[in-house]
């Protein structure tokens, strides 16, 4: 939090000291809202009721020139918190950052987003109705602390280098360690798009290398995505790999309504002699298929199925029927 306010401080003297004081700040409030009511089929974790899964406010404000910052604050669900947390809400900085940008290459420090699985994420554009494949199975994280450059090449090439805590923007403590990633995104036309992902972090001795490929295609009538993903040493255990795949799809049945569904299929490498598969509480198969409703350019809903089919007799299915709602300002 220190470090957040201290990034805080610096954007605001930056705009009070070095730039013209003529100069007069823009900017633009964010927030965005998930919430949802849930029917459950099965007695698992996640009961019947109503749940406020994310309230992100925050600012982004621009002075004149190349320079701009943004602070966001994140009350999350108690499943976003560090491990020994207690299961309460917590108020965190998602992003506090300070960027540089001019028309080809921008450059960000701070608490930042992670490119994982960004792009795919905004091409889905259903992110309030369920988490990221990556995000899901213990890829990586939506934000981190560190520094992000990312470079246009030309309209068809763009590309991404990060260098990051690796802990996430809720632990961000400094361990001798940092997340190094690449990406590249390839979109030879406003439908096509291509993008490949590459991170590796040593810990403890272990290399633990991710690898993400996305490919999608995107028109006025329907829109179509896959993904491959693949990580390493999991769990800081030797041999512990695991990989999935991730594909969604949509119709636009009117010009405010969508039907949409997605699968994922999550797997891991079987250790020998093992009884019980290390990695059982995540090999499962995740399907959602619903309708969102476009109500404005501030509010979605989506009526939708959910269901998780474990691998491993030792866990329940998970059956949900879902009203989803977005606010994003």
Request: hydrophobic share 40%; proline share 3%; aromatic share 14%.
């Amino acid at each position: 939090m220190i470090k957040s306010l201290f990034i805080v401080a610096a954007v605001l003297f930056i705009h009070t000291t070095v730039l013209p004081q003529a100069q007069v700040t823009t900017g633009k409030h964010i927030t965005e809202i998930f919430t949802d009511f849930h029917i459950n089929f099965n007695d698992t974790a996640r009961r019947t009721g109503f749940d406020l899964n994310r309230a992100y406010l925050g600012y982004q404000f621009r002075p004149e020139g190349n320079f701009y910052g943004t602070i966001i604050v994140n009350i999350g669900t108690p499943e976003d918190l560090a491990e020994g947390s207690k299961p309460r809400r917590y108020a965190y900085c998602r992003e506090a950052s300070l960027a540089w940008s001019d028309d080809k290459l921008t450059i960000t420090m701070g608490i930042t987003g992670t490119r994982i699985f960004e792009y795919q994420q905004r091409f889905w554009g259903k992110r309030y109705i369920a988490n990221t494949y990556q995000s899901i199975n213990g890829y990586g994280f939506v934000a981190d602390l560190g520094l992000v450059i990312d470079y246009k090449i030309s309209d068809v090439f763009k590309t991404d280098l990060s260098i990051m805590n690796g802990e996430g923007y809720t632990n961000i403590q400094l361990d001798n360690n940092v997340r190094v990633s690449a990406g590249l995104t390839i979109t030879p036309s406003d439908k096509i798009a291509i993008r490949l992902y590459g991170d590796i972090q040593r810990q403890q001795g272990l290399w633990q290398p991710v690898f993400v490929g996305f490919a999608g295609f995107n028109n006025d009538l329907f829109n179509i995505g896959g993904e491959v993903s693949y990580k390493s040493n999991i769990d800081l255990s030797q041999g512990h790999h695991a990989w999935g795949l991730s594909a969604t799809g949509g119709i636009n049945i009117t010009k405010h309504a969508q039907i949409f569904a997605r699968y994922d299929y999550s797997t891991s490498v079987v250790m020998p002699g093992d009884i019980l598969k290390w990695n059982y509480q995540k090999d499962n198969s995740f399907a959602i298929a619903g309708i969102q409703f476009t109500l404005s350019p501030n509010v979605k809903l989506a009526l939708d199925y959910q269901g998780t089919f474990p691998y491993s007799s030792a866990r329940q299915i998970s059956d949900l029927i879902m009203l989803n709602a977005l606010f994003k300002l």
